[in-house]
RNA sequence: GCGCCCGUAGCUCAAUUGGAUAGAGCAUCAGCCUUCUAAGCUGGGGGUCGGUGGUUCGAGUCCACCCGGGCGUACCA
């Protein structure tokens, strides 16, 4: 539908107005008198033609040709708001489009043959998932969703570390419960990692090994099963809510396959890097950031800026159109500087998109939860999904902008019931189904002839709420905000649900049934289409 | 101190490049099932959009300052 607007408008203003800058956007107003969709080109010209923005839209109106089969008229409204009116034959029209295209409904052609990257959860295998994680998981991987809604064909990539400080403690850890549990009186520092997953691990490998174990280190055995076993997990619960990575990245290979140096020697010939008190530093206050980082530290060993720099370069080299990267509100202060080095490398960073999604809030009993991965004291995202259920756990996340500081309830998600707002689209899925079911045993089949017939309020709203979809994608995934999907269809939801309950269907004469049935068809695959971009489950029964 | 994010109905959150009367869910109150699923529908109450100035035809949205909260601000990741 905006497609047709701006197909017919953007002619008009080149003819009438061929040298001035022109922004056209479509709003869908809120009154329903101010028609399907509406702009306010008139409005904005208002200032560069000093004429009045009525004066401006009576004219742009004049030069729209326009087909009158699909709009039936323009008007002009208050200060200048020019408003399109589409014809009802139109509109009706759609439900046909709707259900030729079928599951393909919504999807964009606009970045066919790009490629994607999306860099997400990412978590060192050091335990298990949090609600935490969860978010940046949903998040990207429903980023990832949208982008392929829209064209581009993905890879979903897990950045890792398996080596290092964080990794020593663990092993170490389950080196000290497994000495524990051998009986030996060995205290656990306070600093390690408490989570009852590592005494498990420790009790494990006595079952496996008794005290054969006992002066191995805890690089060895120890560390290599508490990562395998994490990966599992975290994998496990990944799947659980319908997310896999088709790329595993481990940052230990930058080291191992030089890359690392490399950085290190462009830096250094590009006079980017210099020594200073035993470290190597970076010149970032040269590339506009506020001051120079340590890069490579006195003991030799490299900060994180450094190989998360080597990283980006690889992903570059691999040719991507476009790389996002998913973090928590507590990383943002480390990309500025990955993308001054890259920009400095000559690298185009506006192939980047760095997405931050702000903490959740987690509260359960009407208390916030607070979280310690230290302490243990956290709800995994395991139990979450368990307690929960993966399509809930999936449309939380996905209801919230991305900037929000999010409130997770784990009792109002746990609710069955209509409390839950992820129930009210998946009602009307199966209330359709229901329908069809129905319409079947009484040999009542969906048709197109008379598509006219739908010409209720109700059937008018709902049909056009349906026609936004493919914009709702394009704009979502443009913009990378799943939030809108799931904003949208709620309405749809709405629309079906007032749409149900005005006009019935079995009774109903049999055109009016069929018209109503094709309706019914095109609602259900709009909101099944639309949950499958947010990862939740169009059920056919409740 | 500085940087990013947030402050909107009792609660959780929306509000499409600055647009028309600021919306939805939950909660609350009043109605609606002998007919396709009541996990639904209809209606009511509930707001100085944190505050004060400014920009303009128009500001929840942009700018300045202030108040309050989250996350950062490492030779941790």
Redesign the pocket.
């Known amino acids: 539908m905006r497609n047709y607007v701006t197909l017919i408008c953007t002619p008009a203003l080149d003819e009438l107005y061929p040298d001035i800058e022109k922004?056209l956007?479509?709003?869908?107003?809120?009154?329903d008198?101010?028609?399907h969709l509406?702009?306010?080109i008139a409005?904005?010209l208002?200032?560069q033609l000093k004429k009045n923005?009525r004066e401006i839209a009576a004219a742009i109106i004049a030069a729209i040709k326009y087909d009158p089969a699909i709009i039936e008229k323009i008007e002009i409204?208050?200060?200048?708001?020019?408003?399109f009116f589409f014809t009802s034959s139109y509109i009706a029209s759609t439900v046909k489009t709707i259900c030729d295209e079928g599951t393909e409904y919504g999807k964009s052609h606009k970045y066919s043959g790009k490629r994607a990257n999306v860099e997400f959860v990412s978590a060192?295998p050091t335990g298990p998932l949090t609600v935490g994680h969860g978010r940046n998981a949903v998040c990207g991987d429903t980023a990832a969703n949208l982008l392929e809604w829209i064209g581009y064909s993905v890879d979903r990539e897990y950045y890792f570390?398996n080596a290092?400080?964080?990794m020593r403690v663990l092993g170490d850890s389950v080196r000290h419960r497994y000495l524990q549990k051998l009986g030996d009186a060995i205290e656990f520092p306070a600093d390690y990692y408490q989570g009852e997953y590592i005494t498990e691990l420790g009790e494990l490998l006595v079952t496996e090994y008794g005290d054969k174990l006992r002066n191995e280190p805890a690089e060895g055995v120890f560390k290599d099963r508490a990562e395998q076993a994490m990966f599992e997990d975290i994998k496990k619960s990944l799947k659980k809510i319908g997310i896999e990575h088709s790329v595993f990245f481990n940052?230990n290979s930058l080291y191992t396959d030089g890359k690392i140096t490399e950085v290190l020697n462009l830096f250094k010939e590009k006079g980017l890097s210099y020594e200073?008190?035993?470290?190597i530093w970076l010149k970032l206050s040269e590339l506009g950031n506020?001051q120079d980082?340590?890069i490579v530290?006195?003991?030799g060993?490299?900060?994180?800026?450094l190989?998360?720099i080597a990283y980006h370069i690889d992903k570059f080299n691999r040719n991507y159109d476009l790389l996002i990267d998913i973090f928590?509100?507590?990383?943002?202060?480390?990309y500025?500087d990955v993308m001054a080095a890259l920009k400095s490398m000559g690298y185009d960073t506006s192939k980047v998109a760095v997405l931050?999604h702000?903490?959740v809030?987690v509260t359960q009993g009407g208390e916030v939860v607070k979280m310690s991965t230290r302490k243990a004291n956290y709800i995994t995202l395991d139990e979450l999904i368990d307690e929960a259920g993966s399509d809930v756990v999936r449309f939380f996340f996905n209801?919230?902008?991305i900037?929000?500081?999010?409130?997770f309830?784990v009792d109002?998600a746990k609710k069955?019931?209509?409390?839950?707002?992820v129930?009210?689209m998946?009602?009307?899925h199966?209330?359709i189904?229901?329908?069809m079911?129905?319409?079947e045993e009484q040999k009542l089949e969906a048709s197109f002839e008379n598509l006219a017939l739908l010409s209720t309020k109700e059937e008018q709203k709902l049909i056009i709420n349906l026609g936004f979809f493919p914009d709702i994608v394009l704009?979502s995934g443009e913009a990378l905000?799943p939030?809108?999907v799931a904003?949208y269809l709620?309405e749809t939801?709405?629309a079906f649900?007032?749409f149900?309950?005005?006009?019935?269907?079995?009774?109903s004469p049999p055109q009016v049934a069929s018209a109503r049935l094709a309706l019914c068809l095109a609602a259900k695959t709009v909101i099944a289409n639309g949950l499958r971009v947010l990862g939740v489950s169009s059920?056919?029964?409740?």
Do not use: W
């Open positions: 922004k956007f479509f709003d869908t107003p809120q009154n008198g101010h028609g509406s702009t306010n409005l904005s208002n200032k923005p409204a208050g200060p200048g708001f020019i408003n060192n570390n290092g400080r964080q940052e200073k008190d035993d470290a506020e980082k340590v530290k006195s003991t060993e490299p900060t994180y800026r190989p998360d928590g509100s507590d990383h943002n202060a480390t500025p931050i702000q903490f809030t209801m919230r902008s900037n929000s500081h999010m409130n309830d109002l069955q019931s209509d409390e839950n707002p129930f009210y998946q009602y009307a199966a209330r189904c229901s329908i079911r129905m319409a704009q905000e939030h809108k904003g709620m939801a709405e649900h007032r149900y309950t005005q006009c019935r269907i079995i009774q059920p056919e029964r409740m």
